[in-house]
């Protein structure tokens, strides 16, 4: 229907539809971390609620990416690092002995700065994770390379050379590919680290319409340095400064009316 | 490529033109009110203006998100701007309407009014074909009719000095009904104001059209 003829309620009421709170999946808990004697993250407190974009933002080393690192235990390969708190994921502390670290990487996906894809076929980058758990059956793997390269908005460009090397791909289809290889073992949060920062402006787009597409059944948390990209797609912000975390809020609310005064200094570009 | 956001700015859109067309019915209304000489026209005039002040916010509200979240360029920005722009003309339409209400309220509280309109009926006529054709533009934008809107607004200008003039000569010859004279030359004078605001809404958009700005430009170099 044009928007033209469409009710004005219909049109009045989206924006607040918006917004509706969800449920909380990631509850971080008094998180503090040390590198050796360096302590980068200060007791941090954070709720990160289900099937949502949340940015990350802040200077050069204020802890955004050894925050996001520690949701699923990257930093366990760090010699001489330690944390005290905890990081829960549906309900599950991830610090938690028992847990399997494995198990928790099923859940918690991530995506890097620099695409990496294996030096392999396209195909088989996307499978690797479940051919490593053992799945072996191929029309099993088939349906889900397929599913997961349609669900990263590659299937259409790839389908026809799905064995040629992933070397092949340009930037963006590399960095397309790698969310589909996280993607391809159903986790239930992607975490990612400057997605676009290699980039060229139509490959972001392409990568921010793909993470506007993919909130609606997983939980996104990115880090990025580019703060309009915080702002077109995500939908709650938390800025950090020196391992603290200054400001947690909408994102609209942090960009248009940051509460405190050094998220206003670093949003509106006169930090420093 | 059609970004997910770009849908907002359809809103955007969709919502200025409800404005729009809420400032045409509350004209309309007001207008009515004056020449039926009906008070319950009056009072359903004045009863609109806060749904429209209402609308400017929210149109405000929207376009500054936008702006901030979805960092603009090109026509995408210039529509952000006459958003803003038209939402204000829009409520100055609905203020001036409002102001002939109240005016005519007050005078048919005297009694019916009796006295020579003079050109009023014609201009609120005009008044209406500019603001009407101004929400057109907003559907199907186009230059030629956006110009020939703006060049309509001199023939109102020119009925709302005939009505001036007049209205003061008959002060002259019927000093007891001054005080009604001087309502309906301010009332002659809002709905000046109302094409004035439609002009200023064409003028916004032949900025959208062709991202210039044409006021204090001749219509000639504007056609260029």
């Known amino acids: 229907m044009p928007i033209e003829s469409q009710p004005i309620e219909n049109i009045l009421n989206r924006a607040e539809d918006t917004y509706e709170e969800k449920a909380t999946q ?36 204020c802890g955004k990416s050894t925050l996001l690192r520690c949701m699923n235990r990257m930093n366990d ?20 002995p028992k847990l399997h670290v494995i198990e928790l990487r099923k859940r918690v996906g991530m995506v890097f700065q620099k695409s990496n894809p294996f030096p392999k076929s396209i195909y088989e980058n996307v499978i690797y994770g479940l051919k490593i758990a053992g799945l072996g059956e191929k029309s ?5 390379a397929e599913r997961s390269l349609r669900n990263a908005a590659l299937w259409d460009e790839v389908k026809d050379r799905l064995h040629e090397s992933a070397f092949t791909l340009s930037g963006g289809q590399m960095q397309r590919l790698c969310i589909a290889r996280a993607l391809a073992i159903e986790p239930d949060i992607i975490l990612m680290d ?20 993919l909130k609606s059944r997983y939980t996104i948390i990115i880090v990025t340095h580019n703060m ?7 939908d709650k912000t938390a800025f950090f400064y020196l391992g603290e975390l200054i400001e947690y809020d909408l994102t609209e609310n942090i960009f248009m009316k940051p509460k405190d005064e050094k998220t206003e200094d670093y949003v509106s570009g006169r930090f420093g | 490529m059609n970004r997910h956001f770009h849908s907002e700015l359809e809103d955007l859109k969709a919502r200025l033109i409800v404005m729009g067309e809420r400032a045409l019915e509350i004209l309309d209304t007001s207008v009515n009110g004056l020449l039926q000489q009906d008070i319950q026209l009056c009072e359903a005039a004045i009863a609109m203006d806060d749904e429209i002040d209402n609308l400017e916010v929210e149109i405000d509200k929207e376009a500054m998100r ?30 001036e309407s409002t102001s002939i209400a109240k005016r005519t309220r007050k005078m048919l509280a005297a009694g019916p009014i009796t006295l020579d309109l003079l050109n009023l009926e014609q201009m609120s006529t005009y008044t209406k074909e500019m603001l009407s054709a101004a929400l057109d533009l907003f559907i199907s934008p186009d230059l030629d009719k956006a110009i020939a809107l703006c060049q309509r607004d001199k023939l109102v200008d020119e009925l709302n000095q005939k009505n001036f003039d007049g209205f003061a000569d008959q002060v002259v010859n019927d000093p007891v009904s001054a005080k009604l004279l001087l309502e309906l030359s301010l009332i002659s004078k809002a709905l000046e104001r ?10 916004e958009l032949i900025y959208l059209i062709k991202g210039e700005e044409i ?4 219509v000639k170099s504007i056609v260029i």
């Open chain 1, 228 to 234: 309009q990209q915080a702002a077109r797609v995500s």
């Open chain 1, 77 to 96: 390969m760090i010699e001489n690092s330690r944390y005290e708190g905890s990081i829960k994921v549906m309900g599950q502390d991830i610090f938690d």
């Open chain 1, 194 to 213: 400057e997605p676009c920062s290699s980039l060229d402006p139509i490959a972001t787009a392409n990568i921010e319409e793909l993470i506007y597409q």
């Open chain 1, 140 to 144: 099993a793997l088939d349906e889900v």
């Open chain 2, 194 to 203: 109302v094409a004035d605001h439609a002009t200023n809404v064409a003028e």
């Open chain 2, 66 to 95: 936008y702006l901030t979240l979805r960092s603009p360029v090109a026509s995408d920005l210039r529509l952000i701007k006459v958003s803003i722009k038209t939402g204000i003309n829009f409520e100055r339409i609905g203020d």
């Open chain 2, 215 to 218: 006021k204090g430009k001749t």
């Open chain 1, 26 to 61: 990631i509850e971080i808990e008094n998180l503090s971390f040390w590198y050796g004697s360096n302590k980068v993250l200060h007791h941090l407190n954070l709720s990160i609620p289900e099937k949502t974009v949340t940015a990350f933002i802040g200077p050069s080393g």
